[in-house]
């Protein structure tokens, strides 16, 4: 690699190319953002920061009420913060008006099958279905940080439990996922 020193003024930017770039003694911006590729991440002692693993757990399958769903993922090792993206749909049996209760779908997230270690998320949805209609619940949080010492198994499970008339001909959890972002 052939070495120069670049000086200008008005500079836009520099590109280096199938080459790496060394910065002794630190670097500071004092414009404009890092990017890194995409399928790229940041390394800060040699750990992988600011690194996404997405946990996809939703479909259009419909799914009974009363019933657990489970789903695993695997982390590495890290501190990561676990983004919930919640939804449930209810659609009532055609045959069933002004139901009354409630659905309460929920998401434990833990270190075992069913556990809720590192969080939960739960909603409850008044029944009001007139036997034609299908409705959804969205919602979003986040969890407190969890740190893995090695690589991981976490454990998901989704579960919608129906209080008063029984009336639910489906529920569905499309579009549900965590993001993992690790920090550290």
């Not at 836009?12 to 790496?20: D, K």
């Not at 009532?92 to 209760?101: A, L, W």
């Amino acid at each position: 690699m052939t070495r120069s020193k670049i000086r200008t003024s008005g500079a836009e930017g520099l590109t280096l190319s199938s080459t790496a770039l060394t910065v002794a003694n630190g670097l500071t911006l004092s414009d404009g953002d890092v990017s890194v590729a995409s399928g790229h991440g940041l390394k800060v002692n040699s750990l992988d920061i600011l690194e996404i693993s997405t946990l996809d757990y939703g479909n259009s399958n419909n799914k009974s009420v009363n019933t657990a769903y489970d789903f695993t993922h695997t982390l590495a090792a890290g501190t990561w913060i676990p983004f919930i993206r919640f939804n449930a749909s209810f659609f009532e049996n055609h045959s069933n008006s002004n139901s009354t209760g409630i659905y309460f779908p929920f998401l434990y997230l833990g270190s075992s099958s069913g556990g809720e270690q590192y969080g939960n998320h739960y909603a409850v949805v008044p029944k009001w279905g007139n036997a034609s209609n299908s409705y959804n619940d969205a919602s979003n949080s986040s969890f407190a940080p969890i740190t893995l010492s090695s690589s991981s198994t976490i454990y998901v499970r989704w579960y919608c439990i129906e209080y008063g008339t029984s009336s639910n001909y489906w529920v569905r959890n499309s579009g549900n996922k965590i993001v993992f972002l690790r920090i550290g």
